[in-house]
């Protein structure tokens, strides 16, 4: 299959494009670098079924493709917030632009929305049926409005257009290839860990999220993709752990010698999140099976062999 990727060169594009060139399909990778690296796709640019496209999702695109995997955003709150009216375009106009090409191929496509969309939830844990807690106005509201609309656009190209969507939500994912400067809490503590730097919890660490492995996730996208269900469908780790915790557990793996210390907590932080997942295991007979400690582990060996 010809496969279109958008966000492909991103930490988690970049491990699905690896996933579908193993398979055999051929791989159209789209990514304007803004918060990726090349480096995390040179392996595969020798490989005669990957071709990279330097585009921006903004733009209307024309390709002859059978799937389309829309990634392309920032994600990590650091990034997304730098130019947030950018993070709106790139969610909303790059939905219309891929949900357009789609319906001009009539292809699947699969947009990849997040669990930001529960925004501060008052339900927990979260399940696909609840509508949310979202601040219009925050600085995280580009991107979690942003999402909000995506999924909006999906279904609405679904009804109105009759569109093969699948939508997920995607929960904290963790691995290799994350950006050093990713600005995300799991990168953050192994680098700090890593450099022997003090590791910052922003507020006091008893806010909660859960960490799936990439691996998993990448697994769960492409389940999601070959069945029948058009989602929305959770794709996360429901092991529920403080943040306190995972800098803990980070300075054991490590053995590092960092302190920890402790900064104001950004606005609109949510306090707990966990993923129902009961919907995936029955619709994609998925579930996540790489524990905490063995993701990080391995996260850590790619830090590491980075020479960090
Ligand atoms: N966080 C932290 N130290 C960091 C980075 C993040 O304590 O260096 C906290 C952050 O405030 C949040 C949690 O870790 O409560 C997860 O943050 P992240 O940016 O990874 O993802 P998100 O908030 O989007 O789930």
Same mark, same amino acid.
């Given at each position: 299959m010809k496969v279109l990727i958008t966000g492909g060169a991103g930490f988690i594009g970049s491990h699905l494009c690896r996933r579908l060139l193993q398979q055999g399909d051929e791989v159209y990778c789209l990514d304007?670098?803004?918060?990726? &690296?090349r480096a995390n796709i040179a392996d595969l640019e020798? $490989?005669?079924?990957f071709h990279f496209l330097e585009r921006d999702i903004e733009e209307p695109l024309d390709l002859e493709v059978d799937r389309i995997y829309n990634l392309a955003c920032p994600a990590s709150p650091v990034h997304y917030q730098k130019d947030p009216v950018k993070t709106a375009r790139t969610s909303v106009l790059g939905a219309i632009n891929m949900l357009e090409l789609a319906r001009k191929n009539h292809c699947r496509i699969l947009q990849t929305s997040?669990?930001? %969309?529960?925004? *501060?939830?008052?339900?927990?844990?979260?399940?696909?049926?609840y509508w949310g807690n979202v601040n219009? %106005?925050?600085?995280r509201s580009c991107y979690d409005e942003g999402k909000r609309m995506s999924e909006t656009l999906f279904f609405d190209y679904h009804r109105q257009y009759g569109v093969d969507i699948r939508v997920v939500r995607i929960f904290n994912t963790y691995g290799p290839?994350? &950006?050093? $400067? *990713?600005?995300?809490?799991v990168s953050n503590f192994i680098v700090e860990a890593l450099q022997g730097k003090d590791i910052t919890i922003y507020g006091d660490g008893s806010q909660t999220r859960s960490f799936c492995y990439v691996d998993d996730t990448v697994e769960g996208l492409m389940k999601m993709m070959e069945q029948d269900y058009t989602g929305p469908v959770n794709i996360g780790n429901p092991d529920e752990r403080t943040i306190a915790q995972l800098a803990e557990m980070i300075i054991r793996l490590t053995g590092s010698s960092s302190r920890i210390v402790y900064r104001g907590l950004p606005a609109d932080d949510p306090v707990r999140r966990k993923p129902d997942i009961s919907l995936a295991k029955e619709k994609l007979n998925w579930a996540p099976h790489t524990s905490l400690e063995e993701g990080l582990r391995k996260t850590i060996a790619y830090f590491r062999e980075r020479s960090l």
């Open positions: 304007i670098f803004y918060s990726s &690296a020798e $490989n005669s079924r997040t669990s930001e %969309i529960y925004g *501060d939830p008052l339900v927990h844990p979260q399940k696909e049926s219009t %106005i925050g600085l290839y994350m &950006a050093e $400067n *990713d600005g995300r809490v």
